[in-house]
């Protein structure tokens, strides 16, 4: 697989998420002897940022990871995230040095490793100044416990500050067809300030690859119920944008997961999508992408897809985010 540069970390240019694998996307079960066996995939096929965070399960997740990586640890880049837990009695984001502290350790345990070479805040804690935040995960940089500090969901202001504090090496946000805002100011500021991007999301939550038609398949249970995109309107319109998908997909003669994929591999090296799967047909049909070739023609008419109706997430978790 091509390599990508999250500023000094160099990574297979497709990574991994994880999340699915126990959380948020119900439809079909979980099935952790299958989920191993697509992370064993993974690593064989070139892929080597793998995405978990202590909230999904919670906990059970990261738990997961380190069962898949007995023996392959030095073969990954792992990242997790903290900071929608609270370690010190809050019911709102967290990223205290207190509860830092108490996070970091619980993930080393769960991950069953020494350091943790990707460690990203989750949400922005409207309550620590970010200075605060960074400078704790500066001291497990010197500490050994972290290798590369990240953020997730957060605007250029808190970018901008945290960055002073010490190097970012990756923001991770939602960017998909789908998800088109970090390309006003965020992906700017990044390349001027040499900080990687991870998209989140980047099939928007399997709708783009065109195997969701309609959002009755889905069990109440699946995160996706509560999403407005998946909302019975919304998904109604949301259909021309996979049928536009679908359509030039045909013409490049790849799947629409695929294309999804390579629009974002082509819009620059510091860009590393981390589509989740928890199956092996899947994983190896998505790390097909790194060899779709797309030309100027069509990465301008995917540019045009028609743009998705219905917020990213719902009202409540928009409020995290950081704009
Ligand atoms: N920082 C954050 O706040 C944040 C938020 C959300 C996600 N994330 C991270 O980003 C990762 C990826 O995002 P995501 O999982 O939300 O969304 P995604 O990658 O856009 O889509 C995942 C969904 O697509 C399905 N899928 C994957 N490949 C497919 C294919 N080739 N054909 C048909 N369906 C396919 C998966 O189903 P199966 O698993 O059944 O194959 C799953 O339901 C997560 O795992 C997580 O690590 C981070």
């Excluded at 191993?36 to 738990?63: C, K, M, Q, S, W």
């Excluded at 010190?88 to 108490?102: F, H, W």
């Excluded at 957060?154 to 998800?179: C, D, F, K």
């Amino acid at each position: 697989m091509k390599q990508a540069q999250l500023a000094d970390l160099s990574v297979g240019r497709l990574g991994l998420g994880a999340m699915g694998m126990s959380v948020a996307y119900s439809v079909g079960g979980f099935d952790d002897a299958e989920s191993i066996r697509t992370i064993h995939r993974a690593v064989d096929l070139g892929v080597t940022l793998i995405d978990t965070a202590e909230v999904y399960g919670p906990f059970v997740n990261e738990e997961l990871l380190a069962r898949a990586l007995q023996g392959r640890r030095d073969q990954v880049v792992l990242a997790t995230k903290f900071g929608l837990i609270s370690h010190t009695g809050r019911n709102s984001p967290d990223s205290s040095p207190a509860s830092i502290r108490v996070a970091v350790d619980g993930s080393l345990k769960r991950l069953a490793t020494d350091h943790i070479d990707l460690y990203y805040q989750h949400r922005l804690d409207r309550d620590t100044p970010i200075e605060d935040t960074v400078g704790e995960l500066a001291e497990l940089v010197t500490a050994g416990k972290i290798r590369h500090i990240g953020l997730s969901e957060v605007g250029v202001h808190t970018i901008r500050r945290a960055h002073a504090v010490h190097p970012i090496t990756a923001v991770q946000s939602e960017y998909s067809l789908w998800t088109r805002d970090q390309e006003g100011e965020i992906l700017p500021l990044l390349r001027e300030l040499g900080i990687g991007f991870v998209a989140y999301s980047p099939l928007g939550r399997g709708f783009l690859t065109g195997s969701i038609r309609s959002n009755a398949e889905l069990p109440d249970s699946d995160y996706r119920k509560t999403n407005p995109r998946f909302f019975d309107e919304n998904f109604q319109h949301n259909l021309n944008s996979a049928d536009e998908l679908r359509d030039i997909s045909a013409e490049v003669g790849a799947t629409p997961a695929q294309v999804a994929l390579a629009w974002l591999l082509a819009k620059g090296r510091d860009i590393v999508p981390i589509p989740g799967t928890k199956r092996v047909a899947r994983l190896e049909e998505n790390v097909g992408a790194d060899t779709v070739e797309l030309t100027t023609d069509q990465l301008a008419r995917l540019d045009q897809l028609t743009p998705a109706a219905g917020g990213h997430h719902a009202e409540a978790q928009m409020a995290w985010i950081d704009r």
